[in-house]
């Protein structure tokens, strides 16, 4: 059963670039046709998709996110990265890296709390 993992930096400050992994376990992120996606939830708001990264390698993002952001893949370490570049405030939040595909349940990560802070 597949399981996944984010690690990174729990405080960063502003204007930096925040970068998270998630560690995939028991599946290969290259296995079509699955889609490994960042999302967010900032304190006392709804989840927000960042963006995800296919099997393929292909890469999407949000439209209000995308000018900053990043999503990269290792398939030797079977990890996938977001980089979310000039950070302020408000990107604090709990983000989460999730498993999609096409008549399957999603499989989420735990989620890992960022703070953006001086």
């Known amino acids: 059963q597949v399981q996944l993992q984010e690690s990174g930096p729990g405080l960063v400050k502003p204007s930096q670039t925040l970068s998270l992994t998630c560690t995939v376990s028991?599946?290969?992120?290259?296995?079509?046709?699955?889609?490994w996606s960042w999302i967010r939830q900032p304190p006392g708001k709804g989840l927000e998709w960042i963006g995800y990264i296919e099997y393929s390698g292909s890469t999407y993002y949000s439209p209000s996110l995308k000018s900053r952001t990043s999503i990269s893949r290792d398939t030797s370490e079977n990890q996938f990265s977001l980089q979310l570049s000039s950070v302020t405030p408000e990107d604090t939040a709990v983000y989460y890296c999730?498993?999609?595909?096409?008549?399957?349940?999603?499989?989420w990560g735990q989620g890992t709390q960022v703070t953006v802070s001086s």
């Open positions: 999730a498993r999609g595909g096409i008549g399957v349940p999603p499989v």
């Open positions: 028991g599946g290969s992120i290259t296995t079509n046709y699955y889609y």
